[in-house]
């Protein structure tokens, strides 16, 4: 394949546009007037820092790549070596199969089978749908197998406003609980109020303040029953809303991607960091059942 990130799929509606990979069924691009609001990259190259991807059947990380599924243990790939731990599932890496691809949306889907240790086989799929001001994305999952499995979905864009430094930019999350990174090789330490922390964000903090790979939980639903993170500058907000199954965040802010320095993923997620080993969140299928979340982002800035 010529790339890393395989065939790459537009859509557009209006001024809006956005950028599907075939491999990880990730987001590569989302901007609105030529203004982009997800950190792009180059179609040639890996997404940095699992930039845009899909995480499933569990987000983050599983503590030491083993969990155990009705009473069997299970050993995962190790997938972040220098932690020793299974990170962000098994799908990003895979080529997704595109059952329908319009102008302004597109439906993939690709199966979980044979993988080591995840003994359930699972068929998952996704939509991208622009809208006017934004793009909504749907997750499908379908328990395929004969007995009960518990999973959990996340996905990584880091949202930018255009070209402004992410570090002018003020970001707000609705979270009163979080799992602050810690030295060694675990990188959660044990959930804890975020009253008096830095990393308090319900009322809004600058970025260039911040040094996060944190966990959010106990996050606040807006009227609509949604979740609402937002990023903003002046006149400019782009919001990621998560609907209510989408209940954990994790917030990173690495200090350089690519060469637009800092950065800010706002992952949605299903469940907290090593759900798979405490339950936490999972959602659980039985053989048949299926599941559907949507997440998304809107814009609001002045009309130009």
Partial sequence: MANPTGEQFELSRGGARAVVTEIGAGL????????????????????????????????????????????????????????????????????????????????????????????????????????????????????????????????????????TPTDELTLTVPATRMWPQVDGDWPFGEETDVDGTAADLRSGRIVGGLDLDTAFGGLVPGADGRYHHRLSHQDTTVELWAGPDFGWAQVFTPARLGDRGRAVAVEPMTCPPDALNSGTGLITLEPGESWRGSWGIRVDRPLT
């Fill in 28 to 163: 590569r691009a989302f901007e609105i007037n030529g203004v982009p609001y997800v950190e792009t990259f180059d179609a040639a190259a890996e997404p940095p820092k699992a930039a845009g991807q899909v995480l499933l059947p569990w987000p983050n990380r599983t503590h030491g790549a083993r969990w155990t599924h009705d009473g069997q243990p299970q050993e995962l790939e190790v997938t972040e070596p220098d932690r020793g731990n299974a990170i962000h599932g098994l799908v990003r890496h895979r080529e997704w199969q595109v059952l329908e691809h319009g102008e302004s949306f597109i439906r993939l889907e690709v199966d979980i089978t044979d993988e080591p240790g995840w003994p359930v086989p699972l068929h998952t799929g996704i939509v991208y749908d622009l809208a006017p001001r934004g793009l909504v994305v749907t997750h499908e999952v379908t328990n395929t197998g004969t007995e009960a499995v518990g999973f959990g979905v996340g996905t990584h864009p880091y949202l930018r406003i255009g070209d």
